[in-house]
């Protein structure tokens, strides 16, 4: 990721020039384009795996409904920038390989939609309990900050839910919908996940792990050249 970092550099030091601004909006703006072409970048990631994989629609529907609902309930954040994108990248696609081969299979329809009002339920008592999840470089103390990201994750679990129905409803004529309907399923359980302490202590561990990995990798370039 120190690639994203440097171009966002770059990008940034030009605008700067042209606009004739100050170091405080150069790094304002450095920042956000480095969160942007981090989603960009994840994007085209998850893109090719999941053409590779059979996954696309399945890769785009969890990436969507997380990024979405991550936007208002908060959630757990790796430390780094190289364990957030490894995190994205593995979750989204596993969560797609299972949605399509693992789960994808048609089983009977009121035990579908048992599930969907389970998961439905459990999201509610979630959301209750844990939202919104902030960060400690961005508390939210607001109150009425806090109700409206409250409010907006109730909304978007609900418009969630009655998706998943609807693809329910849709895998009667096209079987794809059901894995379809699992994604979202799924995509909804991971951010619930996210939302804990177990899932932030996850988290954690796996940016521990991955940055592990990376500076022996970059302990070796180093040592090659």
Same mark, same amino acid.
């Given at each position: 990721?120190?690639?994203?970092?440097?171009?966002? *550099? =770059?990008?940034?030091?030009?605008?700067?020039? =042209?606009?004739?601004?100050?170091? @405080?909006?150069? $790094?304002?703006?450095?920042?956000?384009?480095?969160?942007?072409?981090?989603?960009?970048?994840?994007?085209?990631?998850?893109?090719?795996?999941?053409? #590779?994989? *059979?996954?696309?629609?399945?890769?785009?529907? #969890?990436?969507?409904?997380?990024?979405? /609902?991550?936007?208002?309930?908060? *959630? $757990?954040?790796?430390?780094?920038?190289?364990?957030?994108? $490894?995190?994205?990248?593995?979750?989204?696609?596993?969560?797609?390989?299972?949605?399509?081969? /693992?789960? *994808?299979?048609? %089983?009977?329809?009121?035990?579908?939609?048992?599930?969907? #009002?389970?998961?439905?339920? $459990?999201?509610?008592? %979630?959301?209750? =309990?844990?939202?919104?999840?902030?960060?400690? +470089?961005?508390?939210?103390?607001?109150? @009425? =900050?806090?109700?409206?990201?409250?409010?907006?994750?109730?909304?978007?679990?609900?418009?969630?839910?009655? /998706?998943?129905?609807?693809?329910?409803?849709?895998?009667?004529?096209?079987?794809?919908?059901?894995?379809?309907?699992?994604?979202?399923?799924?995509?909804?359980?991971?951010?619930?996940?996210?939302?804990?302490?177990?899932?932030?202590? !996850?988290?954690?561990?796996?940016?521990?792990?991955? +940055?592990?990995? !990376?500076?022996?990798?970059?302990?070796?370039? +180093?040592?090659?050249?």
């Amino acid at each position: 990721m120190r690639g994203i970092e440097s171009l966002a *550099g =770059k990008i940034a030091d030009v605008l700067t020039i =042209k606009l004739q601004l100050d170091k @405080e909006r150069r $790094a304002v703006i450095r920042y956000g384009l480095i969160g942007l072409l981090q989603v960009i970048t994840l994007f085209l990631l998850i893109t090719f795996i999941g053409a #590779v994989t *059979g996954t696309l629609f399945e890769n785009y529907i #969890v990436f969507f409904t997380v990024g979405y /609902l991550r936007k208002s309930t908060g *959630g $757990a954040h790796s430390r780094t920038m190289w364990g957030c994108n $490894a995190v994205s990248v593995l979750s989204i696609s596993i969560l797609a390989i299972f949605s399509r081969f /693992l789960l *994808g299979n048609l %089983i009977d329809p009121k035990i579908n939609y048992g599930i969907a #009002v389970l998961l439905f339920m $459990a999201g509610l008592l %979630i959301f209750h =309990k844990y939202v919104p999840v902030d960060s400690p +470089n961005k508390p939210i103390v607001s109150p @009425e =900050k806090i109700k409206r990201l409250r409010r907006e994750s109730y909304m978007k679990l609900l418009l969630f839910f009655l /998706l998943t129905l609807i693809a329910i409803d849709r895998a009667n004529i096209e079987v794809r919908f059901y894995s379809i309907s699992m994604s979202i399923r799924l995509a909804l359980v991971w951010q619930m996940i996210t939302l804990t302490k177990t899932g932030s202590s !996850l988290l954690l561990r796996v940016d521990h792990a991955v +940055n592990e990995l !990376l500076d022996l990798v970059f302990q070796r370039e +180093n040592r090659r050249n």
